[in-house]
């Protein structure tokens, strides 16, 4: 029998749990299904899990039953049965929801992947662009399989060995590769000293998807390991004849993407699917379509350049009584006050005095010349916060003319969220004063710098921020806006969220590019979202997190590790992007291992048991500390190109 005490915010952490992790092969559900956020979850495994957060145990299969009791037990908490048929949003065995890139058409459905003109059309386009003479299909490297092989390079121990142990613990297959060398290459192009691969449907398999997810961070590359790895998950094709097959086509079709350092003289592998388009249907005697189809190549051939620099601000604050409430609302500032101001380290002048910025909302404003503090009426105390829009543009202008100074070429430069607030008012009203201050900040560097930062605003009364907005600007004015799309577990119904992860914001994408990164920013929880939402990557190369605030422990969320763990490592996983993050530290300490940028290459482990040791972007380098009035603002570049010999240490 199902414990009656269960909740639906108990069934939400096991929905949150299973995201986390991955669901044992005997909880997996024939029949039904629960359908939450676009996500379909095992019925009865949920409810077992959902008993850990009621008597911190799971609930035992046997002790109740599936179907109608279970069902029944869900459906009058709110959430959504479905029976487990064949539909767009399961996993699929054969076919998958690719998203394909921009330029690339959807198949037609009556389109077989069979089709043999297509893999004809793609040698054709390939030589009529690249030379027929350069072109030369299933090429052979005389490249050896054994990883034993490999034991002497330095890439052995940190990336080949780490990929070949997790696909041999997948189903402790532990023997599958036989030929001594890599089985031939679709097309070598000769000229261009690359291989492009044609993947059809049998390559996107769960091993194929592990390797993936052991990628060692590449700067460049040549397809979407997001993608790829999205699609393996989609796809779950099957081949047990002989029953190590996809073991072994998830390792072969790993060497071939290893090709660059396993020869040392070749450039990224580039592939495509075969069914991201109908690709019998281009023309290689169209010049548009033979332009089509190289942009498609080239574009996947890529290269990140530039950086990164991430901005963490320790922001002190203190406490005080709520005897002080009656008088700050008549506009007095007490003896005792001063005496409590001063103490702290915040003495006032005679001309101080303090306004009521909204009595309903329990905030006021004193000033001191050019001291402002912000009074909030928090959890039943009285918080001194000594930072203002004013405050916080001063800092930003600091941190980058700081940033510019110590870094060269381009880059983007990342702010938390929340970073500013219009309070009742929406943040739409501080574009333009944000905008003018940072195009005027790189001067006539001719520097391409993107400044990101978060606004806050339409505040309630119960001070949640109903817009949560993050804003990329450049020397030309703001290049992208983005609305948050994945509340908090407390935000649940008090904030405006974006229609979906990919929407435009004032008529703005939330993605921007810049020396030919493609950028996506998100705004604190969103990096959850794209995990537990089970979201495509859509050309992503870097995320750019914006997280709001940590506090003391006890005194407001807290849980910097929980979200490096969760939010900034389990968004890498999903798209296989590094992610970057930033947030504010209200008077506690910055670790000085917290993670701000993250790159997952743990395969298909839970990101419950991720370690910082396991980022290998490290976090071993100080942060540059900049003294600002607010506190102290911690600044970390981290290169987006990749050099062997510091490979451990930067992007």
């Given amino acids: 029998m199902i414990p009656t005490n269960i909740t639906r915010e108990h069934v939400i952490n096991a929905l949150e749990e299973i995201d986390a992790s991955t669901i044992p092969a005997s909880r997996e559900s024939t029949k039904f299904a629960l359908v939450f956020e676009g996500r379909r979850y095992p019925p009865k495994y949920v409810i077992s899990l959902a008993n850990k957060f009621v008597k911190g145990e799971e609930l035992k299969p046997s002790a109740f039953g599936g179907g109608q009791e279970t069902n029944n037990f869900l459906k009058r908490l709110g959430f959504d049965i479905k029976g487990n048929t064949l539909t767009e949003t399961t996993r699929t065995k054969g076919k998958s929801n690719f998203s394909p890139n921009k330029v690339i058409k959807t198949i037609e459905k009556e389109h077989n992947e069979r089709c043999p003109e297509c893999k004809n059309t793609v040698e054709t386009m390939l030589k009529k662009i690249y030379g027929d003479k350069y072109v030369k299909p299933n090429y052979k490297f005389s490249i050896g399989t054994n990883p034993e ?110 090709l660059p350092e396993l020869t040392g003289n070749l450039k990224p592998t580039v592939r495509l699917y075969l069914e991201e388009m109908q690709w019998c249907s281009l023309d290689p005697n169209n010049q548009d379509d033979v332009e089509k189809f190289k942009n498609i190549i080239e574009g996947r051939r890529k290269e990140l350049n530039g950086w ?26 007490s003896e005792k006050l001063k005496d409590i101001l001063k103490t702290e380290g915040f003495p006032l002048s005679e001309n101080a005095k303090v306004t009521v910025t909204k009595e309903k909302d329990d905030k006021w404003e004193i000033t001191d010349g050019e001291k402002i503090y912000i009074v909030k009426k928090e959890d039943g105390k009285l918080n001194i916060y000594k930072y203002s829009n004013k405050e916080r543009m001063n800092v930003l202008s600091k941190v980058v003319k700081f940033i510019l100074r110590k870094s060269s070429g381009d880059g983007v430069i990342l702010f938390p969220g929340g970073m500013f607030s219009t309070g009742e008012s ?24 993107v400044v990101c930062a978060g606004i806050d ?84 190369d870097v995320v750019l997190n914006l997280v709001h605030c940590f506090y003391p422990k006890g005194e407001g969320p807290s849980g910097d590790p929980y979200f490096a763990r969760h939010g900034f490592a389990g968004a890498s996983k999903q798209w296989r992007c ?33 370690r910082y040791l396991d980022n290998p972007i490290k976090s071993e380098d100080k942060f540059d500390e900049i003294n600002v009035k607010e506190g102290v603002v911690l600044v970390k570049i981290y290169l987006l190109s990749v050099r062997k010999e510091t490979r451990k240490n930067k992007l």
Wanted: aromatic share 14%.
């Fill in 457 to 540: 605003g339409s505040v309630d009364k119960e001070g949640h921020s109903h817009d949560q907005i993050g804003i990329a600007i450049n020397k030309e004015g703001i290049e992208a806006i983005g609305r948050k799309f994945h509340p908090a577990p407390q935000e649940r119904g008090h904030v405006e969220l974006a229609e979906d992860y990919s929407s435009k914001e004032d008529g703005k994408s939330r993605i921007f590019e810049l020396s030919g990164v493609n950028y996506y920013m998100c705004v604190c929880y969103d990096t959850y979202g794209i995990r537990h939402k089970n979201l495509p990557n859509q050309d992503v």
């Fill in 578 to 610: 590094p992610v970057f993050g930033t947030a504010v530290f209200f008077n506690r300490d910055i670790p000085e291992n917290w993670p701000t940028g993250v790159y997952w290459n743990q395969g298909d482990k839970s990101t419950r048991d991720w």
């Fill in 308 to 333: 990164v620099a991430t901005v963490v601000l320790q922001s002190k604050f203190f406490s005080i009584d709520t005897e002080f409430e009656d008088d700050l609302n008549k506009g007095i500032i």
């Fill in 426 to 449: 929406e943040p739409k009203t501080y574009y333009n004063e944000l905008e003018e201050a940072v195009k005027r900040i790189p001067g006539k560097t001719g520097r391409n710098i």
């Fill in 149 to 258: 092989k490999f034991r002497d390079a330095p890439y052995y121990k940190e990336d080949l060995k780490r990929i070949f142990e997790n696909l041999q613990n997948y189903r402790e297959n532990k023997n599958f590769v036989y030929a001594d060398t890599l089985p031939n290459c679709d097309y070598y192009i000769q000229n261009q000293g690359f291989v492009l691969e044609f993947d059809e449907s049998q390559h996107f398999t769960i091993p194929r998807k592990i390797a993936l997810l052991s990628y060692p961070y590449k700067s460049k590359s040549g397809f979407s390991l997001g993608r790829w790895a999205f699609t393996c998950d989609e796809t779950r094709a099957t081949d047990n004849d002989p029953y190590y097959r996809d073991e072994q086509r998830a390792w072969y079709d790993t060497l071939r993407d290893f």
